[in-house]
Every structure is written in C-alpha cells, then in structure tokens.
C-alpha cells in the first residue's frame, strides 16, 4: 500500500511539470513527463490493487483535480495551435493569390479602351 502512494506521489509530481511545462509554453518537455507517467501507469496497472485503494489514495493526494486542470491547459492549448494554423492557412492563401495575380501581365497600354 506504502509502495503504490509512493508511485502516485511521483505521479503527482510529473503531473505538475507537465502542467507546468505546459503553462510556459515549453512543449518540448511534455513528451518526457507523458512518459514517465505511463511508466509508472504501467507499473501500478502490473500490481493486484483493489480500485479503492487507488482512488481513496488519489483522493488524498488531489489527482482527480490535478488531471482535470490538466485537461483544461491541453484543451486550451490545442484550441489556440488550432487558431495559429488557420490564421497559418489563410495566410498561405492570401499569399498564393497575391503571387499568382501578379503573374498576369498588365499590359493595358496596348489594349483598345
């Protein structure tokens, strides 16, 4: 029982870096924290431990908030890459068009008005 809080706690505490990295916007450290949090998943998932005693012991320790702020920086993140992209893709858009309309030659000089 001593050795699965032990896990959550370093659970809990990959948990708050993650959000942390997250927060700051330093992406290039979620895939690392994402690991080691499925390391010890793995590993508490491998021991024959009642449900109970994992959400009486991840109740005291708050996960269940932890994970659901969690979800909220992700959703919020994802939304504003999302945004980033298609602001990207107009852009691209605009650029393509300006690029091929200047390709037709303007030679109104020559035309009959």
Request: hydrophobic share 35%; net charge neutral.
């Amino acid at each position: 029982m001593e050795e699965v809080r032990e896990e959550l706690i370093k659970f809990k505490e990959y948990t708050k870096q993650l959000i942390n990295s997250l927060k700051e916007d330093k992406i290039h450290l979620v895939p690392h924290f994402l690991e080691e949090r499925q390391i010890i998943m793995n590993s508490l998932s491998k021991k024959n431990i009642a449900s109970n005693t994992y959400h009486e012991i991840g109740k005291t320790l708050g996960l269940l908030d932890m994970e659901k702020e969690l979800q909220e920086i992700y959703i919020s993140k994802k939304q504003e890459i999302f945004v980033k992209l298609q602001e990207n893709k107009n852009n691209t858009v605009a650029n393509n068009t300006y690029i091929f309309s200047s390709r037709v030659p303007l030679n109104f000089i020559d035309k009959k008005i």
